[in-house]
C-alpha cells in the first residue's frame, strides 16, 4: 500500500507545480490546497477496456492540474476505486506527483460487488457467513450503515485504492435509509457509523469523514429523504466531541439541479440558510457531483448563454466553470473516462472563476 496522506504541505507544492492553472484554480479546504475541479469515476461499462481508459485519465488528470480523486467502493463493481489506485500508483512511481499531494476520496454504503453484479453466493461468502452484516441490517435491499460494515468496506476501499490512508471518507447516500426507519432510529445509526469513523480516524485509516448524497440536503424539510445539516453535525458532535472530524459533504449541483445554492431548506444558527451556505457556515467542505447532470445539460445552452462564458469553447467548459465559481462550492467532480474530457476539463483551471459578483450578475441572485 502506498503510505501517507495528503498534507498541507504537499498540496500547497502540487500547486506550485502547475504554474498555468489560475491562481484562483487553487482553493483552501480541510487545511489543504485543491483543485477546483475534481474527477469522479462513477460511469462506464464494467469491463476491461473502460478500466484501461479510467487509468489513463486519471494520470492525465494528476499530470493536468487536478489533485482531487473521487470514486465510490460500488462504482463499477469496485472497478472505478481499482483503476484509481493503478494511476495513483503509477504516477507516484513515476514522479509525477507524490501520495502527499493528492486528496483521495471515496464512500461506503451499498453493495458493491467485484468486479461484475454480485451474486447471491458472493453475497453470502462476503457478508452473511463472516458474520459482516445480517440480512436484517440492509434498507432497499441494498443499502448498510451498520458499523461493522462501514468498517469493512473501508479496509476493502483501502486496498482497492492501494493506499493506508483515505483522506475524505463518505457515508454513501445515508437519506437511503432516512424514510424507512424513522428519524429517531435513522441519526441514531448515523450517529453509530459516524462513531466507528472516528476509531478509524484515530487509527490512520481515514483523515476526515463526511455524508456524500443525493436528495438529502436538496428537498424542503418533511420531505421523504430530507436530512438536517444541523442534526448530522450534532450526530458527528455525539460521536466524536467538539473535535469531531465531520468535515465534508457531497450533493448535486449542476444548471438543471440548482437546489442546493437556491433552496432555503436548512437551519443555521437560528436562520434559513440553503445547504451550501448552512455547511459553510458550519465549516464544511463542500465537493458537488453531477456538474454536467451525466452529460444531459450539453448541447442545450444558446449563442447569449454561452457568451457568458469568455475563453471557454464548450458546453461542458461552461458547466464546470458554472459550479466551481457557485460561493461556497470547493469543487465539481466530473466523470472522466478519456484523455479528451481531462484535456476539455482541465482546460478551465487557466481561466479565473467568476467573482461572487459576477456570478451574482450571471445568475440574478
Not at 293 to 298: A, F, K, N, P, S
Amino acid at each position: 500500500m502506498i503510505s501517507g496522506k495528503a498534507t498541507p504541505e504537499g498540496t500547497a507544492a502540487y500547486a506550485k507545480k502547475h504554474p498555468k492553472a489560475h491562481e484562483r484554480h487553487w482553493r483552501p479546504a480541510l487545511g489543504l490546497t485543491v483543485s477546483s475541479l475534481g474527477m469522479g469515476t462513477y460511469l462506464g461499462n464494467a469491463d476491461p477496456v473502460t478500466d484501461g481508459r479510467y487509468a489513463a485519465a486519471a494520470e492525465k488528470a494528476l499530470e493536468s492540474g487536478i489533485n482531487v480523486l473521487d470514486s465510490a467502493i460500488n462504482y463499477r463493481y469496485q472497478r472505478s476505486e481499482r483503476n484509481l489506485g493503478a494511476a495513483l500508483r503509477k504516477a507516484v512511481a513515476a514522479g509525477t506527483v507524490t501520495r502527499e499531494q493528492v486528496l483521495v476520496c471515496t464512500k461506503g454504503g451499498f453493495i458493491s460487488g467485484d468486479m461484475g453484479p454480485p451474486s447471491k453466493e458472493w453475497f453470502q461468502d462476503t457478508y452473511l457467513k463472516p458474520g459482516i452484516v445480517t440480512e436484517a441490517d440492509f434498507v432497499g435491499g441494498g443499502h448498510c450503515m451498520t458499523p461493522k460494515y462501514l468498517r469493512f468496506e473501508l479496509d476493502q476501499s483501502r486496498r482497492n485504492l492501494d493506499v493506508e490512508t483515505i483522506d475524505v471518507y463518505y457515508v454513501h447516500n445515508p437519506e437511503t435509509q432516512a424514510a424507512q426507519v424513522g428519524e429517531t432510529e435513522f441519526y441514531a445509526r448515523l450517529t453509530a457509523a459516524f462513531r466507528e469513523l472516528e476509531a478509524c480516524v484515530a487509527e490512520g485509516k481515514i483523515q476526515v469523514y463526511g455524508v456524500a448524497t443525493w436528495h438529502a440536503y436538496r428537498v424542503p424539510p418533511r420531505t421523504q429523504n430530507y436530512m438536517s445539516l444541523e442534526k448530522t453535525i450534532a450526530c458527528a458532535r455525539d460521536a466524536g466531541g467538539e473535535q469531531h472530524h465531520f468535515r465534508v459533504v457531497q450533493l448535486p449541483l449542476n444548471l438543471g439541479l440548482p437546489e442546493a445554492m437556491t433552496l432555503t431548506n436548512q437551519s443555521s444558527g437560528g436562520t434559513e440558510a440553503s445547504a451550501i451556505d448552512a455547511a459553510g457556515k458550519a465549516g464544511l467542505a463542500v465537493f458537488t457531483s453531477v456538474p454536467l447532470m451525466q452529460g444531459q445539460l450539453l448541447g442545450r445552452f444558446g449563442p447569449e448563454f454561452r457568451t457568458k462564458f469568455p475563453g471557454l469553447k464548450t458546453d461542458a467548459q461552461r458547466c464546470l466553470q458554472f459550479v466551481r465559481s457557485t460561493p461556497g462550492v470547493t469543487a465539481p467532480l466530473c466523470g472522466m473516462k478519456d484523455l479528451a474530457h481531462v484535456e476539455e476539463n482541465t482546460a478551465v483551471s487557466a481561466i479565473a472563476p467568476f467573482t461572487p459578483a459576477e456570478f451574482g450578475v450571471l445568475t440574478g441572485r
